[in-house]
């Protein structure tokens, strides 16, 4: 069986910046508590008319480049989204039409913010038995979109944006190791009540948004993070010690100080991209992963793990060498 490993990497914010400043003028909050309590300094939003694929194209198109890989030779798509363009086609066929790569199977997994890490372990799984050599992941979100702005427990902690990798098939790992779960009894802790087929509320304007139990979602967020990191680490007989970065989902600061407060890891070694990001659902995960990349943190052999937690619950780890 062929291992897999991430040969590029690529992001997408869009221009449009909200800080906290401007959220005072909107709900009745203050930039003080919102950093107190989440670390979000600023968000990005999408600006009009620009959607979940056009945040998808950029950041594919800077993980091909990353990679050195032309659109051409990508046989696989999988894209993680809760918020595509259309009800149908998906963002990954659409993706595929833009980048000019047509044949390869191409689909979005909704998988919430977990949505990368669940497209992540799909690809792998299929360079594993053969059926792809070169595959595009991706996690994209327009999330600004189904928050209600007037709702100071969500607005303050979302945005939008997009992150990418290129995956190949190659003779050594790459990827040691995926696992994904999901509890479907969490539903109401973290949910958008309407639906296609529930039906939305014909007396509110555009009354899809998220609904959320801030406090009771932080508290299965921590422990779950938590639990994955020592169970795929465990698995693979490895320690906290030996993984040079984890990458869990930027939900909140908090909730990254106090997983890796339980996990006994230095906050060093844990990307953090809650200040300039927020939270960006399923692009959180490979945005920060190309951060990191970028910036020069994470290096040729390093250890990473990344996390993914999210509505539904669903949640998923991904033990890595870059
Ligand atoms: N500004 C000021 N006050 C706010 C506020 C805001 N933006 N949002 C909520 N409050 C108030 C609440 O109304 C409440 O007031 P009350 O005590 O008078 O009722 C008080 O702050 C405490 O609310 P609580 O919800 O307990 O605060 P918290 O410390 O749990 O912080 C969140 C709220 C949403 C920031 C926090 O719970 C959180 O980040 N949870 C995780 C959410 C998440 O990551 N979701 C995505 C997972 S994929």
Request: with cysteine.
């Amino acid at each position: 069986m062929n291992y897999a490993r991430i040969v590029g990497t690529g992001g997408y914010l869009p221009e449009k910046v909200v800080s906290n400043a401007d959220l005072e003028q909107m709900i009745d909050t203050t930039a003080e508590w919102i950093v107190e309590r989440t670390g979000v300094e600023e968000r990005r939003v999408a600006a009009p008319g620009e959607t979940t694929c056009d945040l998808a194209e950029r950041a594919a198109r800077r993980a091909l480049d990353a990679a050195g890989v032309g659109p051409d030779a990508i046989d696989l798509i999988v894209l993680g989204t809760t918020t595509p363009d259309h009800v149908f086609p998906s963002v990954a066929t659409q993706l595929q039409h833009r980048l000019g790569c047509h044949g390869g199977p191409a689909f979005d997994v909704q998988a919430v913010c977990t949505g990368f890490v669940y497209a992540l372990d799909i690809a792998y799984r299929f360079i594993r038995t053969g059926a792809s050599r070169k595959a595009l992941v991706v996690g994209a979100d327009t999330f600004t979109r189904i928050i209600d702005w007037t709702d100071r427990g969500t607005c303050i902690l979302f945005g939008d944006g997009a992150g990418a990798v290129v995956l190949e098939a190659a003779q050594e790992p790459g990827i040691i190791d995926s696992r994904l779960g999901a509890d479907g009894r969490y539903k109401e802790l973290l949910w958008v009540p309407a639906g296609v087929s529930s039906g939305y509320d014909k007396t509110r304007e555009n009354a899809a948004f998220v609904e959320m139990r801030g406090s009771e979602v932080f508290k299965v967020a921590v422990t779950t993070l938590k639990d994955i990191a020592e169970q795929i680490l465990a698995a693979n007989r490895m320690r906290v010690a030996d993984v040079n970065w984890v990458i869990p989902h930027q939900a909140n600061r908090r909730i990254l100080a106090a997983t890796a407060k339980r996990l006994g890891l230095p906050e060093e070694r844990m990307v953090d991209c809650v200040r300039t990001h927020g939270n960006t659902s399923a692009a959180s995960v490979p945005l920060a992963l190309d951060v990191a990349v970028r910036d020069g943190r994470i290096q040729r052999g390093d250890t990473v793990l990344l996390e993914g937690f999210g509505g539904g619950f669903t949640w998923g780890a991904t033990l890595l060498k870059y």
